[in-house]
């Protein structure tokens, strides 16, 4: 029955297919050339009959396929998807705030003012308004970030593994540095202290064992070719039990005593004590200043809430150094980091404020009282869009911080628990849902874990609530 019904339907040859010349005159093309441009619809056009040529050589078209006010609306489609930005807002309920792949921090609305005015206005990015001639584009920067730091000097680079690579192959270009074995971090994309001490030129002398270090350890590998003593911030993993670290201050007093500076990378780098906010606590970056860092490095898009940055502060004659360095030039940034950049770290002056003016602090502090009323509104949402098939609670959940800082501790959070209850296998239905929900108008990132999907709503604010909620009526289309 199936082969009658197919002889039927009346097939194309390649005779059928019109050409690109005749399309480009139809009235529903030509509204289309007006919309994108006679290049772009001449090109996809072309792929398009390229495409059901090989159907119809194969004998898979049928003859009215190839209408043209159908073939007009296929180019429409095909030209839309080639349009559409690949770089896509999503929702981020992955349970994770500062999300790598997900564009870690989100800024504020001033520091989006700022870059706005960056985009359509020129800007005085090196030129000094002062004197009428060329300026230092750190300069729009430098002023607020010691002051924030106590710092004498700042530079900024485009991400803290800029940061540290340029500091290295400053200070230690064919030297040695002295760092702890239990702190050779590893980090996202493959990035080691070790590969980037080689890259830079330096040369890695380890010392103490994985769990502990010892002051006398960094002291006795001062030598001759010794550069500098180095601390790194162990961002993405803890070491526990049996273990001993050396503080930043005795690492300096050592260093100091040989005439050596002390570098400190602190990874994700906080410049206020998170500890107000019921949030685990971390060593600021001014706190490492003070205890005698002479040079220390750390992100702008983590902790601090800002753009991604790579930020060197310390003493004033290792900055120029730094600067002078041709590295410099090449791992600088843009006006629209340092648009963006400052007026996040104009907020800190205020930081009785902070919670509710920056961005990545009002996420993480969100109470969870809001996450859960907030996930007994959207339950029945969901679930009515879902079907029967799958299973809808709203559950308490536990959030992490990401991007490297506190990989240990947790956030009381609240989300939804989607479990399927159908027919056939579990994982594979859970599979499908999860890739519809990323191939919603405006993705939907959650994660699968323990044989269900998890939305973590920490990272969905009341104000998005309405917008998604409207969206899910797609799922149950």
Not at 106 to 126: G, H, I, K, S
Not at 196 to 209: K, N, P
Not at 331 to 349: C, I, Q
Not at 377 to 387: N, Y
């Amino acid at each position: 029955m199936e082969s009658a019904r197919k002889s039927k339907v009346a097939l194309a040859s390649a005779a059928d297919i019109p050409s690109v010349d005749r399309l480009l005159n139809t009235q529903a093309v030509v509204l289309l050339l007006a919309e994108y441009g006679r290049s772009q619809v001449t090109a996809m056009l072309r792929k398009q009959l390229d495409d059901l040529r090989r159907q119809v050589l194969g004998g898979e078209v049928a003859r009215k396929t190839l209408l043209p006010e159908t073939l007009a609306l296929d180019l429409r489609n095909r030209l839309k998807r080639d349009s559409a930005p690949r770089l896509k807002a999503v929702y981020n309920l992955t349970g994770t705030v500062l999300h790598t792949n997900l564009g870690r921090a989100l800024l504020p609305d001033d520091a989006v003012q700022a870059v706005m005015r960056a985009l359509t206005a020129p800007a005085n990015l090196e030129f000094d308004l002062a004197t009428g001639r060329r300026g230092d584009r750190d300069d729009l920067v430098e002023q607020l970030v010691c002051e924030l730091t106590g710092a004498e000097a700042a530079t900024v680079v485009n991400n803290n593994a800029a940061a540290v690579l340029l500091m290295l192959n400053t200070l230690g270009n064919r030297r040695e540095v002295v760092v702890s074995r239990g702190e050779l971090v590893e980090i996202g994309g493959a990035f080691r202290i070790p590969d980037i001490m080689q890259r830079a030129g330096a040369r890695l002398v380890e010392v103490g064992t994985t769990n502990r270090t010892h002051a006398a350890d960094y002291a006795n590998a001062v030598g001759p070719r010794t550069a500098m003593l180095m601390k790194v911030h162990c961002s993405n993993y803890a070491v526990t039990g049996f273990t001993k670290s050396v503080p930043v201050a005795e690492v300096a007093a050592i260093a100091r005593s040989h005439g050596l500076p002390t570098a400190v990378d602190l990874g994700s780098g906080t410049l206020v004590d998170l500890g107000r906010w019921g949030l685990p606590r971390e060593d600021t970056v001014g706190e490492t200043v003070q205890a005698g860092a002479d040079i220390v490095t750390f992100s702008g898009d983590k902790l601090l809430g800002g753009p991604q940055a790579g930020l060197l502060v310390g003493r004033a004659d290792i900055i120029r150094r730094i600067k002078k360095n041709p590295l410099k030039r090449a791992l600088r940034v843009g006006k629209l980091t340092l648009a963006a950049l400052e007026p996040v770290l104009a907020l800190y002056k205020a930081p009785e404020f902070l919670a509710d003016r920056l961005t990545t602090l009002r996420l993480l502090t969100r109470p969870r009282e809001h996450m859960a009323l907030q996930a007994s509104r959207l339950q029945p949402v969901l679930q009515k869009a879902l079907g029967q098939s799958y299973a809808v609670q709203d559950v308490p959940l536990f959030s992490q911080i990401g991007s490297g800082a506190l990989p240990v501790d947790q956030l009381p959070s609240h989300g939804l628990k989607i479990d399927y209850v159908g027919t056939g296998g579990k994982g594979r239905h859970l599979d499908k849902l999860e890739a519809r929900l990323r191939g919603l108008p405006r993705p939907v990132i959650g994660r699968i874990a323990n044989d269900a999907l998890w939305l973590d709503l920490r990272c969905l604010e009341e104000h998005d609530e309405k917008a998604f909620v409207e969206q899910l009526r797609v799922l149950s289309a």
